[in-house]
């Protein structure tokens, strides 16, 4: 019942920007917090962005962001369509990963052990 779809993956050039996109089904995603994780081959999977429950206003959700995608990355949400993105700019041949979206009732730490549901993935290639 609690589905979530990514999309928005592809090939882009380093210095590109892609907007992925989290959309849920079978549950109101606002009640819940949203992560962004990545994994590349032979790496642990590692969390990106996270978002909180807005409790109905996205714009008081707190969220949390990797060292490594400060200032280049936003987490954001609309309530209306279901829908959390990642927009990530400045894209760098290390922010190559499968990305993947998850979510949970609560999560104490941007970490996957934290999040109980989770997409299937959209691969992200930074490449020239």
């Known amino acids: 019942q609690v589905q979530l779809v990514e999309s928005g993956g592809g090939l882009v050039q380093p210095g590109g920007s892609l907007r992925l996109s989290c959309t849920a089904s079978?549950?109101?995603?606002?009640?819940?917090?949203i992560g962004w994780f990545r994994q590349a081959p032979g790496k642990e999977r590692e969390g990106v962005s996270c978002?909180?429950?807005?409790?109905?206003?996205?714009?008081?959700?707190?969220?949390y962001y990797a060292d490594s995608v400060k200032g280049r990355f936003t987490i954001s949400r609309d309530n209306a369509k279901n829908t959390v993105y990642l927009q990530m700019n400045s894209l760098k041949p290390e922010d190559t990963a499968v990305y993947y979206c998850?979510?949970?009732?609560?999560?104490?730490?941007?970490?996957?052990?934290?999040?109980?549901?989770w997409g299937h993935g959209t691969q992200v290639t930074v490449s020239s």
């Open positions: 998850a979510a949970d009732v609560a999560f104490a730490l941007c970490a996957p052990g934290d999040f109980g549901s």
């Open positions: 079978g549950f109101t995603l606002d009640d819940y917090g």
């Open positions: 978002i909180n429950s807005s409790d109905g206003n996205a714009y008081y959700s707190s969220t």
